[in-house]
């Protein structure tokens, strides 16, 4: 691989369960970056831990991109000259290069049980050493190939004795690397154990796995999560070992806890914050939104701005801005954002997303209501099934705020109210301006404050004492039920 090859990048999930909205940011990083460059995005399953599969989980990876718009140039349901794409289907790449490393004298065979390592563990663990490694300390005391002879192994091997694949670690050395994000990284070799490579059952680790693919799979540059940076040294190890060169690395900023902490699925659960992509989805999220937020969620792109389309993602990022300290998750900002992005949307499409949580609502609505209400309501929505939470726009309210009457319900309220509907009476117009000097006319003639009406009216009309502007919403209830609600309430409330 040249400097100036032509970039592919990977997003490479693990099929253990739903896609994680951490995972949709690397992708989208990923992503952003192969369309920048007029590069390639590969989707690739990383399915060898068997015990791991879920089934429906490659399906989800799939939904949730697609959902995310971000389209997959190669992978296992696209296609491409570089598959298979799933790694359950490419063993023989994998064992080729375990026998290379074997070969050269950079992997060995070993026999020990899980007991045996557990008892290797038990034998060094000190204060100092809380947790011993299979490493260039302790292989000497180990049944694997680097002591015993080349029969016994044969033999052993031939009985059908279990045994794994290690990576030889050469000793007291410095693994150095640049990565995009980090910029020098540097590991001692003392601090990397003898990493299984091929495990009993023949399936490689992702380690082995993931080093063949990228090479294999051309791919020129990895972004991913920074809890993969040490896994770094033994990657580079075994690129050293088989004489390729390695792939460009960046490793992007944790995502950590509004209460600080990495934001795991424990911390995440305990406030509230969906973890799987199909959430977010589920729960109403525009996807543009989403994209915007995580892209902004370890990335800056140096100006104030915060607002972006995919397009313009596409445009403005820039892997040198990604941000090495961990980034804070906020359901706020995000909640922020879905509104931004829902504001730009027309009303017909607000209404559209709205249908179905304001069906559930309120029964069935007529479309061109639900038009006149999103248009209404989108300053104030922040997802488009907030709509839902405006009922009276739909229907005559039931109840009322009893805060909003405490405060604003006055004596004079019901007379007023009664006025105003009789005014609405004869007003044949009922436009925002027609309905608005219809009050303010009242109001003189009364010699009442114009808030001594226009609160009474709203809670009245709409059972709440917030939303849109007054006369904008009477207009979008109608003269005919806004002067039903108005009677109504005077009864009621007297
Ligand atoms: N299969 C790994 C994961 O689930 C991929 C890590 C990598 O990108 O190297 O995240």
């Given at each position: 691989?040249?400097?100036?090859a032509?970039?592919r ?11 994680h ?13 192969a ?40 992978g ?6 570089a598959?298979?794409y ?12 375990a ?38 300390a ?25 045994y ?35 495990k ?12 063949v693919?990228d ?15 040490s ?5 580079l190890?075994m ?18 806890s509004?209460?600080g902490g990495?934001?795991?699925k424990?911390?995440a659960d ?17 996807p543009?939104?989403?994209v ?8 800056n ?17 820039d892997?040198e801005?990604?941000g ?14 879905n509104?931004q ?6 009303a ?11 069906e ?26 907030d ?19 405490n ?10 109210v ?6 609405l ?11 608005e000097a ?8 009364q010699g009442?404050g114009?808030g ?9 009309a ?12 009477l207009v979008?209830?109608?003269r ?7 009677r109504?309430?005077?009864d009621?409330?007297?």
């Amino acid at each position: 691989m040249s400097d100036d090859a032509p970039v592919r990048v990977r997003f490479a999930p693990s099929p253990t369960g739903l896609l994680h909205i951490g995972g949709l940011r690397t992708a989208l990083y990923n992503y952003l970056l192969a369309r920048q460059t007029g590069g390639t995005f590969v989707l690739r399953i990383e399915d060898t831990d068997r015990s791991r599969f879920v089934p429906d989980a490659e399906r989800d990876v799939l939904d949730g991109l697609a959902w995310a718009g971000l389209a997959v140039d190669e992978g296992p349901t696209q296609g491409g000259d570089a598959g298979p794409y799933r790694q359950s289907e490419r063993r023989g790449l994998y064992a080729d290069a375990a026998q290379r490393l074997l070969d050269g004298g950079h992997a060995y065979v070993a026999f020990d049980t899980p007991d045996e390592i557990e008892a290797m563990k038990e034998r060094h663990r000190t204060d100092a050493n809380p947790s011993p490694r299979y490493d260039a300390a302790t292989r000497g005391e180990m049944a694997n190939s680097l002591g015993l002879s080349e029969t016994e192994v044969a033999d052993r091997i031939a009985r059908g004795d279990e045994y794994v694949v290690r990576l030889l670690v050469p000793e007291r050395q410095t693994v150095v690397f640049h990565d995009r994000v980090r910029g020098e990284v540097s590991f001692d070799t003392a601090e990397v154990d003898d990493q299984v490579l091929v495990k009993s059952d023949g399936m490689p680790t992702y380690h082995l796995a993931n080093v063949v693919d990228d090479h294999a799979m051309g791919i020129t540059d990895v972004i991913r999560g920074e809890e993969w940076l040490s896994s770094v040294p033994k990657h580079l190890l075994m690129y050293r070992a088989l004489g390729w060169t390695p792939p460009r690395l960046a490793h992007l900023p944790l995502i950590l806890s509004p209460n600080g902490g990495k934001l795991s699925k424990r911390s995440a659960d305990r406030l509230g914050i969906p973890v799987s992509v199909a959430q977010y989805r589920d729960a109403g999220f525009e996807p543009e939104a989403v994209v915007n937020f995580l892209a902004l969620l370890g990335w800056n792109p140096g100006t104030d701005q915060e607002l972006f389309g995919l397009d313009g993602l596409v445009e403005a990022f820039d892997v040198e801005r990604i941000g090495r300290s961990g980034v804070q998750f906020s359901m706020d900002k995000l909640e922020w954002f879905n509104g931004q992005h829902l504001r730009q949307l027309s009303a017909d499409e607000i209404a559209r997303r709205a249908h179905p949580a304001v069906e559930a609502a309120v029964g069935p609505v007529d479309d061109a209501a639900l038009v006149a209400a999103a248009d209404l309501m989108r300053e104030r929505l922040s997802r488009a099934s907030d709509l839902a939470e405006a009922t009276y726009l739909f229907q005559d309210p039931e109840t009322y705020d009893p805060a909003g009457l405490n405060k604003r319900w006055k004596d004079d309220s019901a007379g007023l109210v009664a006025a105003y509907a009789d005014r609405l009476e004869a007003d044949a117009a009922f436009t925002v301006e027609s309905t608005e000097a219809a009050m303010r006319r009242l109001a003189e003639d009364q010699g009442a404050g114009f808030g001594r009406i226009v609160h009474p009216v709203r809670l009245a009309a709409t059972g709440t004492s917030v939303g849109a502007g007054l006369f904008e919403t009477l207009v979008v209830v109608g003269r005919e039920a806004t002067i039903r609600r108005l009677r109504r309430a005077v009864d009621v409330l007297g």
